[in-house]
């Protein structure tokens, strides 16, 4: 089970108030293989900002700007982006 690598894709649009929060679950578990990738679909408020802090904190932590705008082309974009065969 320590091998698994498990990509984590995080859907983000305008969720400058939930966004540390689920970053903070995610980097707090024991299990460490893993990647963060933070979708945002072109939020307007700090989203984007304060994934950049956490990205400065954690390496595995990642921000991919999705200009598509809706939530399947940021599915997929975050699917495309994952380096890891594992996606949740």
Same mark, same amino acid.
């Given at each position: 089970? *320590?091998?698994?690598?498990?990509?984590?894709?995080?859907?983000?649009?305008?969720?400058?108030?939930?966004?540390?929060?689920?970053?903070?679950?995610?980097?707090?578990?024991?299990?460490?293989?893993?990647?963060?990738?933070?979708?945002?679909?072109?939020?307007?408020?700090?989203?984007?900002?304060?994934?950049? *802090?956490?990205? *400065?904190? &954690?390496? +595995?932590?990642?921000?991919?700007?999705?200009?598509?705008?809706?939530?399947?082309?940021? +599915?997929?974009?975050?699917?495309?982006?994952?380096?890891? &065969?594992?996606?949740?």
């Amino acid at each position: 089970m *320590k091998d698994l690598q498990i990509s984590v894709v995080v859907i983000a649009f305008n969720e400058e108030q939930n966004i540390s929060n689920i970053l903070d679950s995610l980097v707090g578990l024991e299990y460490v293989n893993f990647e963060v990738l933070v979708v945002d679909g072109g939020s307007k408020d700090r989203t984007q900002e304060i994934v950049k *802090k956490y990205i *400065k904190k &954690d390496k +595995r932590i990642k921000l991919v700007v999705d200009k598509g705008g809706s939530i399947t082309s940021s +599915r997929n974009l975050g699917v495309k982006k994952a380096k890891f &065969d594992y996606i949740a």
